[in-house]
């Protein structure tokens, strides 16, 4: 029996109970289609027949049709789905079998690069990388100087003025233990500046010999000895050269950052701050305990006592009555930690008081720093 529906005949084998291909499993608005019979009553033959043909329908079913706006942007996502459900090992595990060249290019060319641009720091010894020559640390000192004297020359004292003469008096008695070049040397030029701020317990030195002292400081200094503390230890940052050292290493955060964001799959902001968390702050209060280190002893070797040091950072802790953040989210050591190393490093500084023959000189206090 073949029933009006039919237009054209499917390729599909069907057990002879009288009715067509296009009755069996469709739908037909003739009345002479009769329902087919269930899949159990076929033949073993047609019952695959009929299930290799659903499994067909139902794969062709899954290639739906996708807006133009919609492919390479949700393939994009699902991509993006697809590595973030992996962890960490993986990702590592991933990268090292799929870019396992790159990953050894960069090693091996970052740590040639690395080796042969170690060198040692002056006074401690301390290795470090650095590629930053001294001429171009002091470029970037230029530029820095500009912009400081741009923000602050209308607050800046007189060069006649009681503070601009203590300091820079201080800044002549450093520098010869310093080792840095005097102003006309080397084409340093050294200028002494006080900031008339004194809301800020701040100095600092830029390279190239520009010394800034804000007024806030000075009744904390009390005294030229514990001027001598806080300028030496600026100073020891330009002896040290960490304006360089923090250049050079910022590559090899950079390189650690995308890593990071790689493997562990967070976002560039994370990444960095995880990268300044690991690398960034320990480096940079590695530096600042240096500088203590060696401003102490540049400061013994000009005849001012070490023991003002340990004073000084008693006194800068009760100044500083702001409760400071945890030591390994800042960048500098907490006061305590600093003046209990540098209880560590009197017996090193009194000999160098000692050998200068700076016994019988002493240093009162100035009037002009209470």
Not at 40 to 49: D, F, K, L
Not at 163 to 191: H, I, K, Q
Request: aromatic residues 8%.
């Amino acid at each position: 029996m073949q029933c009006g529906c039919m237009r054209a005949r499917l390729p599909l084998q069907v057990p002879s109970f009288g009715l067509s291909a296009r009755c069996a499993g469709f739908y037909s608005p003739r009345p002479g289609c009769v329902p087919p019979p269930s899949l159990a009553q076929a033949s073993p033959s047609v019952q695959q027949q009929l299930l290799r043909g659903r499994q067909t329908q139902t794969r062709f079913s899954s290639y739906r049709y996708r807006r133009f706006d919609e492919g390479p942007q949700q393939h994009q996502q699902q991509k993006g789905q697809t590595w973030s459900r992996f962890g960490p090992v993986y990702r590592a595990q991933y990268i090292w079998r799929n870019y396992r060249n790159v990953v050894v290019g960069i090693v091996v060319v970052g740590g040639v690069v690395y080796v042969t641009n170690l060198e040692k720091v002056p006074f401690t010894g301390r290795l470090r990388f650095n590629v930053v020559s001294a001429e171009m640390e002091k470029q970037m000192g230029t530029a820095s100087y500009d912009e400081i004297l741009a923000e602050f020359g209308n607050r800046i004292l007189p060069a006649n003025h009681p503070y601009t003469l203590l300091t820079a008096r201080v800044v002549e008695r450093l520098l010869p233990a310093s080792g840095l070049p005097s102003s006309g040397d080397d084409g340093n030029e050294w200028r002494v500046h006080v900031i008339d701020e004194p809301s800020q317990l701040n100095a600092f030195v830029i390279p190239g010999g520009k010394v800034f002292v804000f007024t806030g400081i000075l009744p904390v200094a009390r005294d030229e000895a514990g001027l001598a503390t806080i300028l030496g230890h600026e100073i020891a940052h330009n002896v040290a050269h960490h304006s360089a050292e923090r250049l050079s290493s910022s590559g090899f955060v950079l390189l650690f950052a995308i890593a990071a964001s790689l493997i562990f799959d967070v976002s560039g902001n994370l990444a960095k701050s995880l990268a300044d968390l690991l690398l960034t702050l320990p480096n940079s209060r590695t530096q600042e305990i240096e500088a203590d280190h060696i401003g102490l002893l540049i400061m013994a070797e000009s005849c001012y006592p070490p023991a003002a040091a340990v004073d000084l950072w008693t006194r800068m802790d009760e100044a500083q009555k702001v409760a400071a953040p945890p030591q390994f989210l800042s960048t500098h050591p907490t006061n305590y930690n600093r003046r209990e190393l540098i209880r560590g490093w009197l017996p090193q500084a009194e000999d160098k008081y000692e050998n200068a023959q700076c016994a019988a000189q002493s240093r009162p206090c100035s009037p002009c720093c209470q």
